[in-house]
């Protein structure tokens, strides 16, 4: 039996256990998280990140879903690995690079001393793929932003939207052969838009970083919303900036917050 050190932190409510593979070289990742990520029985969590120095110097960031499936970008969970390295002293660079498995991402940090308190990242450059298109009975805009969303505007609530029935759905729909990640959103003035997420491999969160740039992608490229937006989640708020242009990069504003630090033996 060995111990293993991880971190939790938060973006917005979405939570994740950290863990540094430099320190602490996890044989099975995925059966980790799928194991500890449950609340009632494990640590609790949306899932495992897991992070690495790569030869570049920079670090790698790993995403591992509560089912064990292995996301390939997170835009809360790299705000608070930033965090991590940067307080840890592990990468004092600012702006910093830090690779995922959907490219290289450059963080801009905003510190308060030596806390960071927040990040701008460069989301890098998203794809409109198809508007319009029906899945479900729902119709909505498949967008990519590292990874693959659905975004079905409405004009009520999302709070009152079934999402967990409909989410469900639309995530393993034949039409998604890898599956997607489904949010629901409300346009409720040109620089607001209130969204709700069932992500991919994870069900509901409070907050998905990556799923309110794509949103904000899909209204704004429909020209529903102005070139800077606010995004509500149930966990907060994120900032999300883009010039409406597939050749410009879109970039994500947020918080990262430390909650605690603890051990598990496996």
Known sequence: MSQIIFDKLHGLGNDYIYIDLDKYPLADIAQF???YSDRRKGIGGDGVITYHKQPSGHYMMRIFNLDGSEGLMCGNAIRCVAKLLYE????????????????????????????VMAARVDMGLPRVLEVGKRVQGVEGSYVSVGNPHFIHFIESDPDDYPLAEVGSKVEHDAAFPDGVNYEVAMIQDPNTIKMR???????????????ATATAVAAINLGLVAHKVNIEMPGGSLVIEWSGKESDPVYMTGPATYVYQGIVTI
Do not use: F, H, Y
């Open 33 to 35: 998280a799928r194991q």
């Open 88 to 115: 840890r002293r592990l990468d004092r660079s600012n702006p910093m690079t830090i690779e995922t498995q959907s490219g290289d991402k450059i963080l801009a940090l905003t510190l308060e001393g030596e806390e």
């Open 197 to 211: 997420v069932w992500e991919r491999g994870s069900g509901l969160t409070q907050a998905c970083g990556t799923g």
